[in-house]
């Protein structure tokens, strides 16, 4: 059975709208209202808000920055940097196919893998299955 309901209560009504009991529930309750206005009811930004908006947005932008490790991503670049440039030192090497078949079939690599392999091991097969080997172990 049902519970009896205050006489103000009528079925089907909206939920009385409730008032957010802080600032930041207020100001957060304005600014999804601002979001519903469209066209004339929305007023026109002055350039100090919309100063003080961008301000706030950069500050809050780097400090985002800052705690998720954009230090990190500018290591990552030196990093990246260091390794074109160590590629750059290095002279070509010339590498024989019959070699790079070897390391394909012997290894189990695809063939950019077996020349990469055997150029940083200046086209010395056995030099270079000897430190795939021991480098997997």
């Known amino acids: 059975m049902a519970e009896p309901q205050p006489p103000d209560v009528v ?18 309750a304005k600014a999804m209202d601002s979001l519903d206005a469209r066209g004339e009811d929305v007023e026109a930004p002055t350039t100090a808000k ?12 780097k400090l985002l920055e800052t705690s998720s490790g954009a230090g990190a991503s500018t290591q990552k670049k030196a990093q990246e940097q260091k390794k074109k440039e160590e590629e750059v030192k290095k002279p070509l090497i010339k590498v024989d196919q ?7 079939e012997q290894l189990d690599v695809n063939k950019v893998k077996a020349t990469e392999i055997l150029r940083a091991h200046e086209a010395d097969a056995v030099a270079a299955m000897k430190a795939w080997v021991t480098a997997a172990v």
Do not use: H, Q
Request: glycine residues 6%; hydrophobic residues 45%; aromatic residues 0%.
């Open 11 to 28: 079925e089907g009504a909206d939920p009385p709208e409730s008032i957010p009991a802080t600032a930041d529930d207020r100001a957060a």
């Open 50 to 61: 919309k100063e003080v908006d961008v301000k706030a947005l950069t500050d809050a932008m």
């Open 98 to 104: 019959g070699d790079v078949a070897l390391l394909v």
